[in-house]
């Protein structure tokens, strides 16, 4: 059984105070949901977002990790101060790290790698972009995405992996891929895993779609049987519309 799961990824929004009234005003709304609620503010909020939503329903991530647990890494985070904090979920290989800090997927391998070794749950981001939809390779990126991104895995708890199929094109643009699209390429990372990670936890980790969610689509989208979740940008940043969205 794949508990649903809705994440927020606030990205470089909110500073401290306007993060600590958005979590506070998402609290009471998103109560009752039936879906994993979860949100993922910046570093600098992080502190302030985890006090705010302690005895809640909502479960805190961060954006992103390097790898190492410590060192002379200037400017970089650490799994074990995560941990350290109590964060739960760490949102890994987003396609704007992808894009505009050049991670590999090899990088991003040993940042899935550490976070599991440090009990952090990531959220593993894969997408084609518009291009690589468009000369028909969308499934040779993705296989190649999930099956390095999660190679080498096998002594970690490989349970608290979680997927979000996230097509570049989709993302902040306003066009959601359509439901049925989007069900095919989750259907296929999941075969993907089956090979990766094996038959039962292909068939137990959830995979999320990600771009342009809204209030509005949200429903549709979590009717298709391969969809187990969304993570929203825009859309989490107000908190009227999250919790729609959360408790769709
Ligand atoms: P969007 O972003 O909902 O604003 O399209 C999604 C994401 O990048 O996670």
Request: charged fraction near 25%; charge should be negative.
């Amino acid at each position: 059984m794949r508990v649903p799961l809705i994440a927020g990824n606030w990205k470089m929004n909110k500073t401290p105070k306007e993060a600590l009234e958005l979590v506070n005003a998402l609290k009471p709304l998103v109560q009752n949901a039936a879906a994993e609620v979860v949100v993922c503010p910046t570093f600098v909020a992080l502190s302030d977002v985890l006090k705010a939503a302690e005895g809640s329903n909502i479960k805190v991530g961060a954006q992103n990790m390097y790898h190492q647990d410590s060192g002379a890494y200037t400017g970089e985070i650490s799994p074990v101060f995560l941990k350290a904090m109590n964060v739960e979920f760490v949102i890994l290989g987003h396609s704007e790290r992808r894009q505009y800090f050049l991670e590999s997927n090899e990088e991003i391998n040993k940042k899935v790698a550490s976070a599991l070794k440090h009990g952090l749950k990531p959220i593993l981001c894969v997408g084609e972009t518009l291009e690589e939809r468009e000369k028909g390779i969308t499934f040779d990126v993705i296989g190649e995405q999930v099956k390095k991104c999660l190679a080498d895995l096998q002594q970690y708890n490989l349970e608290d992996v979680v997927v979000a199929y996230e097509p570049v094109w989709a993302i902040g643009t306003g066009r959601t891929a359509t439901k049925e699209d989007a069900n095919e390429v989750i259907g296929f990372i999941r075969q993907q895993l089956k090979e990766v990670l094996g038959e039962k936890l292909s068939v137990n980790t959830r995979i999320l779609y990600g771009g342009s969610v809204k209030s509005s689509n949200i429903r549709e989208l979590m009717e298709m049987p391969e969809i187990d979740g969304a993570l929203v940008g825009g859309a989490s940043l107000d908190a009227a519309e999250f919790a729609k969205i959360a408790i769709y």
